[in-house]
């Protein structure tokens, strides 16, 4: 015959009534939420600086400022019709190749175009019917935004 002992079974043994201290599992937010926000203030700031290095003079416009979520492909046109692919001279005839090699959403990548007010309206319009005819529907005109005094 098997005795019962104190403590073995569900009726037979004291339990405690009072609450043990747990230690807090939640993990405090609000620090990584401040060194994001200020992350974000220093690239908010710092990625207009990182565009593109080829100097050109751009036309002034009263349009606002398109927000940009990535680094956006930017094809250059200078005052003496020469083409930049991001920093990088190349011919008209191998845009659309070397657009291809870097786009990395396809067909859906935004390209910017931007063209030297004293450049020639003939190549900035070649350059943008290249990539237009190649498939590429986003495709905008980059100028300056105009200082009113």
Do not use: C
């Amino acid at each position: 015959m098997a005795m019962a002992t104190p403590g073995s079974g569900s009726s037979g043994g004291r339990r405690r009534r009072g609450k043990r201290h747990q230690p807090i599992s939640e993990i405090n937010v609000t620090p990584f939420v401040d060194v994001m926000l200020v992350l974000l203030i220093v690239f908010m700031i710092a990625a207009p600086l990182l565009t593109v290095g080829v100097p050109i003079d751009l036309p002034e416009t009263e349009a606002k400022a398109l927000n940009s979520e990535t680094q956006p492909i930017t094809i250059s046109v200078n005052e003496a019709g020469l083409i930049f692919l991001q920093e990088t001279e190349i011919p008209l005839e191998e845009v659309v190749a070397k657009l291809d090699a870097i786009a990395k959403n396809g067909y859906k990548e935004r390209i910017y175009v931007r063209g030297d007010k004293s450049a020639d309206y003939g190549t900035v319009m070649k350059v943008m019917a290249r990539v237009s005819s190649a498939g590429y529907r986003k495709i905008g005109l980059v100028t300056l935004q105009e200082q009113t005094q």
